[in-house]
């Protein structure tokens, strides 16, 4: 069974910059992967920030953006603001058709 | 501009059946295939099943193969999740969501969800 690996945690001082990453606990990370990231608030539905590794979904500010470092994806949020505060998923695509969803990162800004 | 609105969605007995309905406007839905995912009260997100844009191709997570059934109906602009023999680990909220495009594609719009509860 594939695992998709995300940080459980992670905080940000306001103005900062974070990088959350996104892994295969067996093998890299690559474009091929389709990566993607979601943001979601405590009650919300999610909502798409990017996809298909560095695309930014409609109306999604250029404060976020999306690459493959090594060999993991990577969603990296700059100038953080006090309600970007919100639990971020990745998902990959992993054959077959099938898609796994990372577990989550807990993002504070603080 | 893109909806979705799930419903169907209430309480049932272990070992019971459920139908999801999502609606979907705003947007060409026969040239878009669609996801189901869910999300277990205090949990993460778990990708579910995936239809492509005619409904040809079919794919579905381990947890939920053979107790779900994806579809799609083109001219009514609907997606349907029939799910049977639930478990009380299936309660969770139920969203569908868009794909990108036409094949495989990560979800760019979502519902608002539909709250599935199995308990005796």
């Known amino acids: 069974q594939t695992v998709v690996t995300q940080e459980p945690s992670f905080s940000v001082s306001p103005g900062g910059t974070v990088t959350l990453t996104c892994a295969l606990r067996?093998?890299?990370?690559?474009?091929?992967?389709?990566p993607s990231w979601y943001r979601q608030t405590p009650g919300q539905a999610p909502r798409t920030l990017i996809y298909?590794?560095?695309t930014r979904s409609f109306g999604v500010p250029d404060r976020f953006s999306g690459s493959v470092l090594g060999n993991k994806a990577a969603l990296t949020i700059t100038g953080a603001q006090a309600d970007d505060e919100s639990d971020y998923y990745c998902?990959?695509?992993?054959?077959?058709?099938?898609?796994?969803f990372g577990g989550g990162t807990r993002l504070t800004v603080l | 501009q893109v909806q979705l609105v799930e419903s169907g969605g209430g309480v049932v007995q272990p070992g019971g059946s459920l139908r999801l309905s999502c609606e979907a406007s705003?947007?060409?839905?026969?040239?878009?295939?669609m996801h189901w995912v869910r999300q277990a009260p205090g949990k993460g997100l778990e990708w579910v099943t995936f239809?492509?844009?005619?409904?040809?191709?079919?794919y579905y997570a381990d947890s939920m193969r053979g107790r779900v059934a994806i579809s799609k109906d083109n001219s009514k602009t609907m997606l349907y999740l029939q799910m049977s023999r639930l478990r009380v680990e299936d309660t969770a909220v139920y969203y569908c969501?868009?794909?990108?495009?036409?094949?495989?594609?990560?979800?760019?719009?979502w519902g608002q969800g539909t709250l599935v509860t199995v308990s005796s």
């Open positions: 705003g947007f060409t839905f026969s040239g878009y295939a």
């Open positions: 067996s093998g890299s990370v690559s474009p091929s992967h389709y």
């Open positions: 998902v990959l695509y992993v054959g077959s058709g099938i898609w796994v």
């Open positions: 969501g868009r794909g990108i495009g036409a094949g495989n594609s990560p979800i760019d719009h």
């Open positions: 239809i492509w844009y005619d409904g040809g191709n079919k």
């Open positions: 298909n590794t560095n």
